[in-house]
């Protein structure tokens, strides 16, 4: 079974570098096909996906945050990590780690909200 657990730290102050890690259990996070996937959820709004990183280490970024954001993996400790640079209050969001093969997201983890406030 796949599981994934995201950690870091709750509260971060503005203009300074959001980091979080994915922990992968059940899988290894170079399976073939495999994508690994940040999201973000701001409260009342819709999931905004952040990016990823697959199975061979190649990365994605959406356009809108691709100049503040960077994904790296470590595969020794089978994780993947965010890091997410001069946040803002518009930061502020639960964010979640998710699986994808091909097209099929499997279960997201638990999420961690991060608070950007001063």
């Known amino acids: 079974q796949v599981q994934l657990q995201e950690s870091g730290p709750g509260l971060v102050k503005p203009s300074q570098t959001l980091s979080l890690t994915c922990t992968v259990s059940?899988?290894?996070?170079?399976?073939?096909?495999?994508?690994w996937n940040w999201i973000r959820q701001p409260r009342g709004q819709g999931p905004e996906w952040i990016g990823a990183?697959?199975?061979?280490?190649?990365?994605y970024y959406s356009p809108s945050l691709k100049n503040r954001t960077s994904i790296s993996r470590d595969t020794s400790m089978n994780q993947f990590s965010l890091q997410l640079k001069t946040v803002s209050p518009e930061d502020t969001a639960v964010y979640f780690c998710?699986?994808?093969?091909?097209?099929?997201?499997?279960?997201w983890g638990q999420g961690t909200q991060v608070t950007v406030s001063s």
């Open positions: 990183i697959d199975y061979s280490g190649d990365t």
């Open positions: 998710a699986p994808q093969y091909g097209s099929y997201f499997g279960s």
């Open positions: 059940g899988i290894s996070i170079t399976s073939d096909y495999y994508y």
